[in-house]
Protein backbone atom coordinates (compact mmCIF):
# COMPACT_ATOMS: atom_id res chain seq x y z
CA UNK A 1 0.00 0.00 0.00
CA UNK A 2 1.32 3.08 -0.74
CA UNK A 3 -0.26 5.12 1.35
CA UNK A 4 -2.77 7.50 -0.69
CA UNK A 5 -6.08 5.95 1.12
CA UNK A 6 -4.64 6.99 5.12
CA UNK A 7 -4.06 10.42 4.13
CA UNK A 8 -7.59 10.24 2.63
CA UNK A 9 -9.09 8.49 5.79
CA UNK A 10 -6.93 11.13 8.01
CA UNK A 11 -8.15 14.27 5.76
CA UNK A 12 -11.78 13.40 6.14
CA UNK A 13 -12.00 12.45 9.93
CA UNK A 14 -9.82 15.90 9.90
CA UNK A 15 -12.56 17.70 8.22
CA UNK A 16 -15.04 15.54 10.69
CA UNK A 17 -17.08 13.62 7.96
CA UNK A 18 -18.65 10.71 7.79
CA UNK A 19 -18.32 8.62 4.81
CA UNK A 20 -22.34 9.34 3.80
CA UNK A 21 -21.89 13.16 4.42
CA UNK A 22 -18.93 12.76 2.28
CA UNK A 23 -20.85 11.01 -0.76
CA UNK A 24 -23.24 14.10 -0.51
CA UNK A 25 -20.54 16.39 -0.97
CA UNK A 26 -18.54 14.29 -3.78
CA UNK A 27 -21.75 12.09 -5.30
CA UNK A 28 -19.49 9.18 -5.41
CA UNK A 29 -20.85 5.90 -3.38
CA UNK A 30 -20.14 5.31 0.31
CA UNK A 31 -18.64 1.77 -0.81
CA UNK A 32 -16.26 3.42 -3.47
CA UNK A 33 -14.93 6.12 -0.62
CA UNK A 34 -14.20 3.29 1.70
CA UNK A 35 -12.56 1.16 -1.02
CA UNK A 36 -10.35 4.17 -2.08
CA UNK A 37 -9.49 4.66 1.96
CA UNK A 38 -8.79 0.93 2.23
CA UNK A 39 -6.82 1.27 -1.31
CA UNK A 40 -9.12 -2.00 -2.56
CA UNK A 41 -9.30 -0.85 -6.00
CA UNK A 42 -10.29 -3.93 -7.13
CA UNK A 43 -14.09 -3.06 -6.48
CA UNK A 44 -14.06 -0.19 -8.21
CA UNK A 45 -15.46 -0.53 -11.92
CA UNK A 46 -11.89 0.38 -13.47
CA UNK A 47 -8.81 2.44 -13.90
CA UNK A 48 -10.87 5.22 -15.41
CA UNK A 49 -12.98 5.63 -12.90
CA UNK A 50 -10.27 5.21 -10.19
CA UNK A 51 -8.29 7.91 -11.79
CA UNK A 52 -11.28 9.87 -11.70
CA UNK A 53 -12.63 9.36 -8.03
CA UNK A 54 -9.73 9.50 -6.81
CA UNK A 55 -9.10 13.17 -8.36
CA UNK A 56 -12.30 14.05 -7.02
CA UNK A 57 -12.19 13.04 -3.60
CA UNK A 58 -9.18 14.69 -2.68
CA UNK A 59 -9.75 18.13 -3.98
CA UNK A 60 -12.92 18.12 -1.61
CA UNK A 61 -10.73 16.94 1.11
CA UNK A 62 -8.27 20.03 0.51
CA UNK A 63 -5.59 17.49 -0.72
CA UNK A 64 -3.29 17.85 -4.00
CA UNK A 65 -5.15 15.35 -6.49
CA UNK A 66 -1.66 14.73 -8.50
CA UNK A 67 0.35 13.55 -5.52
CA UNK A 68 -2.65 11.15 -4.68
CA UNK A 69 -2.63 9.87 -8.24
CA UNK A 70 1.02 9.51 -7.76
CA UNK A 71 0.48 7.35 -4.98
CA UNK A 72 -1.82 4.88 -6.67
CA UNK A 73 0.51 4.51 -9.48
CA UNK A 74 3.64 3.98 -7.40
CA UNK A 75 1.13 0.71 -6.26
CA UNK A 76 0.16 -0.50 -9.21
CA UNK A 77 2.34 -4.12 -10.54
CA UNK A 78 3.12 -3.69 -13.74
CA UNK A 79 2.42 -6.31 -15.90
CA UNK A 80 5.53 -8.97 -17.04
CA UNK A 81 6.56 -8.22 -20.72
CA UNK A 82 5.53 -11.40 -22.79
CA UNK A 83 8.82 -12.74 -23.93
CA UNK A 84 8.89 -13.75 -27.69
CA UNK A 85 10.70 -16.66 -29.03
CA UNK A 86 12.86 -16.81 -32.41
CA UNK A 87 10.87 -19.02 -34.80
CA UNK A 88 12.23 -22.68 -35.42
CA UNK A 89 14.88 -22.85 -38.47
CA UNK A 90 13.41 -24.77 -41.63
CA UNK A 91 14.91 -28.22 -42.18
CA UNK A 92 16.22 -28.05 -45.50
CA UNK A 93 15.20 -31.09 -47.60
CA UNK A 94 17.08 -32.79 -50.39
CA UNK A 95 15.84 -32.67 -53.94
CA UNK A 96 13.61 -35.57 -54.80
CA UNK A 97 15.67 -36.21 -58.20
CA UNK A 98 19.21 -36.45 -56.05
CA UNK A 99 17.79 -39.94 -54.95
CA UNK A 100 17.36 -41.94 -57.90
CA UNK A 101 20.59 -40.68 -59.23
CA UNK A 102 22.46 -41.86 -55.92
CA UNK A 103 20.61 -45.29 -56.64
CA UNK A 104 21.72 -45.32 -60.08
CA UNK A 105 25.71 -44.73 -59.36
CA UNK A 106 25.78 -47.40 -56.67
CA UNK A 107 24.01 -50.00 -59.57
CA UNK A 108 26.69 -49.13 -61.83
CA UNK A 109 29.67 -49.31 -59.01
CA UNK A 110 28.54 -52.88 -58.36
CA UNK A 111 27.84 -54.00 -62.11
CA UNK A 112 31.93 -52.94 -62.41
CA UNK A 113 33.06 -55.07 -59.21
CA UNK A 114 30.74 -58.06 -60.65
CA UNK A 115 32.64 -57.97 -63.75
CA UNK A 116 35.88 -57.46 -62.75
CA UNK A 117 35.85 -60.36 -59.82
CA UNK A 118 34.79 -62.55 -63.44
CA UNK A 119 37.62 -61.23 -65.20
CA UNK A 120 40.15 -61.97 -62.45
CA UNK A 121 38.69 -65.58 -61.67
CA UNK A 122 39.88 -66.48 -64.99
CA UNK A 123 36.62 -66.55 -66.64
CA UNK A 124 35.94 -66.04 -70.67
CA UNK A 125 32.56 -64.13 -71.15
CA UNK A 126 31.41 -62.21 -68.41
CA UNK A 127 27.94 -63.31 -66.41
CA UNK A 128 26.25 -60.16 -67.70
CA UNK A 129 26.45 -58.87 -71.16
CA UNK A 130 24.65 -56.13 -73.52
CA UNK A 131 23.90 -54.44 -70.25
CA UNK A 132 22.91 -50.31 -70.71
CA UNK A 133 23.17 -48.18 -67.75
CA UNK A 134 19.88 -46.22 -67.48
CA UNK A 135 20.10 -42.63 -68.33
CA UNK A 136 20.83 -40.35 -65.27
CA UNK A 137 17.71 -38.75 -64.10
CA UNK A 138 17.13 -35.06 -64.72
CA UNK A 139 15.36 -32.22 -62.22
CA UNK A 140 12.11 -32.48 -62.57
CA UNK A 141 10.82 -29.33 -63.73
CA UNK A 142 7.69 -28.01 -61.94
CA UNK A 143 4.41 -27.70 -64.08
CA UNK A 144 1.18 -25.92 -62.87
CA UNK A 145 -1.24 -27.64 -61.55
CA UNK A 146 -4.24 -27.61 -63.78
CA UNK A 147 -7.59 -27.49 -62.45
CA UNK A 148 -10.47 -29.29 -63.84
CA UNK A 149 -13.14 -27.32 -65.56
CA UNK A 150 -16.25 -26.86 -63.15
CA UNK A 151 -19.48 -27.91 -64.23
CA UNK A 152 -21.85 -25.36 -64.96
CA UNK A 153 -24.80 -25.41 -62.06
CA UNK A 154 -27.88 -26.29 -63.95
CA UNK A 155 -31.23 -24.63 -62.71
CA UNK A 156 -31.95 -27.47 -60.00
CA UNK A 157 -29.00 -27.28 -58.52
CA UNK A 158 -29.12 -23.27 -58.45
CA UNK A 159 -32.24 -22.98 -57.04
CA UNK A 160 -31.48 -26.22 -54.08
CA UNK A 161 -30.77 -25.24 -51.04
CA UNK A 162 -27.21 -26.39 -49.34
CA UNK A 163 -27.79 -28.10 -45.99
CA UNK A 164 -24.99 -28.63 -42.88
CA UNK A 165 -22.69 -26.10 -44.58
CA UNK A 166 -21.36 -23.82 -41.90
CA UNK A 167 -20.96 -20.79 -44.54
CA UNK A 168 -24.26 -20.34 -44.74
CA UNK A 169 -24.41 -19.04 -41.12
CA UNK A 170 -25.40 -15.04 -41.57
CA UNK A 171 -22.01 -13.24 -39.78
CA UNK A 172 -23.30 -11.22 -36.62
CA UNK A 173 -22.89 -7.44 -37.88
CA UNK A 174 -20.15 -5.72 -36.78
CA UNK A 175 -20.32 -2.79 -33.78
CA UNK A 176 -19.80 0.49 -35.60
CA UNK A 177 -17.72 3.45 -34.59
CA UNK A 178 -18.56 5.85 -31.98
CA UNK A 179 -21.45 5.44 -28.76
CA UNK A 180 -24.96 4.31 -28.21
CA UNK A 181 -26.11 4.98 -24.76
CA UNK A 182 -29.45 3.43 -24.12
CA UNK A 183 -31.32 4.88 -21.25
CA UNK A 184 -34.19 3.56 -19.42
CA UNK A 185 -36.42 5.06 -16.87
CA UNK A 186 -37.39 3.14 -13.96
CA UNK A 187 -39.08 6.23 -11.80
CA UNK A 188 -39.62 9.68 -13.15
CA UNK A 189 -36.31 11.80 -13.89
CA UNK A 190 -35.40 15.12 -15.09
CA UNK A 191 -32.34 15.11 -16.98
CA UNK A 192 -30.48 17.27 -19.89
CA UNK A 193 -27.93 15.26 -21.93
CA UNK A 194 -25.52 16.62 -24.25
CA UNK A 195 -24.24 14.59 -27.86
CA UNK A 196 -21.01 15.90 -29.02
CA UNK A 197 -21.57 19.23 -27.93
CA UNK A 198 -24.87 19.23 -29.04
CA UNK A 199 -28.35 19.30 -26.56
CA UNK A 200 -30.24 15.99 -27.54
CA UNK A 201 -32.54 15.63 -24.04
CA UNK A 202 -34.01 18.22 -21.37
CA UNK A 203 -37.45 17.44 -19.45
CA UNK A 204 -38.88 15.14 -17.44
CA UNK A 205 -39.86 11.14 -18.10
CA UNK A 206 -41.71 8.91 -16.47
CA UNK A 207 -41.09 5.39 -15.36
CA UNK A 208 -41.08 2.70 -18.41
CA UNK A 209 -39.45 5.16 -20.91
CA UNK A 210 -36.53 4.31 -22.63
CA UNK A 211 -34.13 7.03 -24.97
CA UNK A 212 -31.10 6.42 -27.12
CA UNK A 213 -28.06 8.36 -28.37
CA UNK A 214 -25.65 8.17 -30.45
CA UNK A 215 -22.49 10.00 -30.75
CA UNK A 216 -19.06 9.86 -32.15
CA UNK A 217 -16.55 11.15 -29.20
CA UNK A 218 -19.11 11.99 -26.02
CA UNK A 219 -21.94 11.75 -24.20
CA UNK A 220 -22.21 14.27 -21.32
CA UNK A 221 -25.25 13.97 -18.77
CA UNK A 222 -25.81 17.54 -17.93
CA UNK A 223 -27.88 17.22 -14.96
CA UNK A 224 -29.36 14.55 -14.29
CA UNK A 225 -32.41 15.09 -11.53
CA UNK A 226 -32.64 11.15 -9.92
CA UNK A 227 -29.99 9.08 -10.27
CA UNK A 228 -31.62 6.65 -8.79
CA UNK A 229 -34.46 6.47 -11.21
CA UNK A 230 -31.71 5.95 -14.42
CA UNK A 231 -30.44 2.58 -15.45
CA UNK A 232 -27.63 3.13 -18.56
CA UNK A 233 -26.25 1.10 -20.95
CA UNK A 234 -23.36 2.00 -23.38
CA UNK A 235 -22.85 -0.05 -26.71
CA UNK A 236 -24.70 -2.66 -24.74
CA UNK A 237 -22.72 -2.40 -21.56
CA UNK A 238 -24.02 -1.97 -18.53
CA UNK A 239 -22.51 1.44 -16.74
CA UNK A 240 -22.86 1.42 -13.19
CA UNK A 241 -25.19 2.59 -10.93
CA UNK A 242 -24.52 6.71 -10.45
CA UNK A 243 -26.50 7.11 -7.33
CA UNK A 244 -29.26 6.30 -4.66
CA UNK A 245 -33.56 7.66 -5.83
CA UNK A 246 -33.77 11.47 -5.65
CA UNK A 247 -29.77 12.26 -5.91
CA UNK A 248 -28.73 14.76 -8.36
CA UNK A 249 -26.08 13.81 -10.53
CA UNK A 250 -24.03 17.03 -12.73
CA UNK A 251 -21.76 16.59 -15.53
CA UNK A 252 -21.31 12.53 -15.85
CA UNK A 253 -19.46 11.95 -18.73
CA UNK A 254 -19.55 8.94 -21.43
CA UNK A 255 -16.56 8.61 -23.87
CA UNK A 256 -14.69 5.79 -25.82
CA UNK A 257 -12.51 5.64 -22.30
CA UNK A 258 -15.40 4.85 -20.17
CA UNK A 259 -16.25 2.22 -22.61
CA UNK A 260 -13.00 0.62 -21.86
CA UNK A 261 -13.36 0.42 -18.25
CA UNK A 262 -16.76 -1.30 -18.24
Not at 19 to 37: C, D, F, H, P
Not at 164 to 181: F, K, Y
Request: proline share 8%.
Amino acid sequence: MAGEGKMLHEAREGKGWSLQYAEEITKIRVRYLQAMEEENYAILPGVAYIKGFLRTYSKHLGLNPEEILEMYRSSVIPEAAPTIEAPLKPIKSRPLWLRPTIATLMGVLALTIVIGVAHFSGQEKPMVTNYSPAPLPTEPKEEAAKEPAKEPATNNQATQPIQNNPANVVAAPVEADGLTAQLIFSQPCWLVVKSDGQQVLEGTYSSGTTKEIKAKEKIEFVTIGNAGGLTITLNGKAVPSLGSSGQVIRGYTLTKESLESL
